[in-house]
């Protein structure tokens, strides 16, 4: 079994070029913040964060909605 920080790429010529695999340090590092940021009190903390969020962003779309819509002409 080969280590994962490896990559073997082939060129249409037959040749082979190994090297450091950057997407799956890519991949890891994405895959910890992601991890961070969506759990433990931190998540917790940005779910709540971002559902008020998206709360306040609706009322302030229906109430302008609803004031050009109802408005007296």
Request: charged share 20%; with cysteine; aromatic share 10%.
């Amino acid at each position: 079994m080969q280590p994962q920080d490896v990559s073997v790429q082939y060129s249409r010529w037959e040749e082979v070029s190994v090297g450091a695999a950057s997407g799956v340090e890519e991949a890891s590092s994405c895959e910890g913040l992601s991890r961070r940021l969506c759990s433990g009190k931190l998540g917790v903390t940005m779910k709540v964060l971002g559902g008020v969020a998206l709360f306040w962003v609706v009322f302030i779309l229906g109430y302008v909605t609803g004031y050009f819509i109802h408005k007296c002409k």
